[in-house]
C-alpha cells in the first residue's frame, strides 16, 4: 500500500460514496421542496455506480492507504439490495470499516441484515424528538417515533453506539439543544450537533442561522457539566465531551466557527462516479468514464494518486461573505 498525500501533507484515508441522489425526505437545510420538487431530474439507474464498479473503485482506493468507507446519498436506504454493496465492501481485507449514514426512516427493518453483511456502524440523522419541528425541518410529515425505531433496531443488532446528528439551525430547532441531550445521555448512543452548513447553493444559507458550537457546549455544559476528551483519531471532525456524571459522550462538528481542513482526510465519490476532494467543490473528476472506458487497475490507480496529490481545498477556513454564493455542488449529491 502506497499512503499518497494532497499538496497540503494530508493522507488519504477515508472514503464516502453517495449510493444514490434520491431521498425520501426534503430537508429545509438539504433538499428544500422547492428545488427538488415533483419534477427534479434525478439520475437515471444506468448513471448510477454498480455495486461492482463501487467495490472496484473502493479496492483501488484501499491500495492509496483508505480503511474507512461511509456509505451515504440521498438516502443510502433507498437504494436497492444494499447490504449486498456492504458485503462486497466488508470483504476488500484493506477496509477495517464500513459505515451508514442514513435518515432512520427504514432502518428499522434493514438494521439486522445490514449488521449481518459486515455493517460496522451507523449515523442517524435526527434534528428534532417534537414532532412539529422535525416535521419542519424534514417537510413530508415524516414523525420522530419511526426514527427512533430505527435507532433502537440498530442497537439490537449490535450497530453500537449508534451516533446521532443534529444539524442546528437558528431560530428553527435550536430551543431543542437540552432535550436532545437530555434523551441520550445515558443511552449509549453519541449525540453530535453540526453547525449549519453554507453546502451546496439552494438552502439559503446565512450565518446569522449558525448557532455556534460554543454555544451549544455552553448550554449543555449549564445543565451537566462536560469535560473535553481527547480525538479517537487523528484527523476526527467531532469535538467530543464527556458528562462528568458518566452519563456518555458528545460531540460538535463545528465546520464553519471552527475549520478543520488542515486534517481533513476524506474523498467523496457521488452516484453517478465522480470524485470530490472537498464537501464544498464545485467541480468533480469522472471516474465512471475511467471504468467503463477499460482503464485497467494502475490506471485508475495512477488518476487517483494525481487528484489527491494536486489537492489543495481548505474552503472553510477561507470562508466569507464572497465566497459563500459561488457555485458548489449539492450535498445530496455528494452525502456529508
Known sequence: MRRVLDSRSRPLRDLRISVT????????????????????AFLPREQLLTFEEITRLTRTFACQGVSKVRLTGGEPLL?????????????????????????????????????D???????????????????????????????LAGIDAARAAGLVPVKVNTVVKRGVNDHGITEMADHFRGSGHILRFI?????????????????????????????????PLEPNYAGEVASRYRYRDGAG??????????????ACS?????????????????QGHDLRAL?????NDHELATRLRAIWSDRADRYSE???SNTTDRPKIEMSYIGG
Open 79 to 115: 437504494r436497492r439490495d444494499l447490504e449486498q454493496l456492504v458485503a462486497m465492501l466488508a470483504g476488500i481485507d484493506e477496509i477495517t470499516d464500513v459505515a451508514l449514514t442514513t435518515n432512520g426512516s427504514a432502518l428499522a427493518g434493514k438494521a439486522k441484515t445490514l449488521k
Open 266 to 282: 476524506r474523498a467523496r465519490v457521488s452516484a453517478d462516479g465522480k470524485l470530490y476532494t472537498c464537501l464544498f467543490a464545485a
Open 318 to 320: 477561507l470562508r466569507h
Open 195 to 227: 453547525e449549519y452548513m453554507d453546502v451546496g447553493t439552494t438552502n439559503g444559507w446565512r450565518m446569522d442561522h449558525v448557532v455556534p458550537a460554543a454555544e451549544i457546549i455552553a448550554a449543555i455544559n449549564e445543565r451537566w457539566p462536560l469535560a
Open 117 to 147: 453483511a459486515g455493517l460496522t456502524r451507523v449515523t442517524v440523522s435526527l434534528d428534532a424528538l417534537d414532532d412539529q419541528t422535525f416535521a419542519a425541518m424534514n417537510d413530508v410529515g415524516f414523525p420522530v417515533a419511526r426514527v
Open 21 to 40: 441522489d434520491r431521498c425520501n425526505f426534503r430537508c429545509t437545510y438539504c433538499m428544500p421542496k422547492e428545488i427538488f420538487g415533483r419534477d427534479f
Open 291 to 295: 471504468l467503463r472506458s477499460g482503464a
Open 249 to 262: 459522550e458528545i460531540g460538535v462538528i463545528a465546520s464553519v466557527t471552527q475549520p478543520f481542513c488542515s
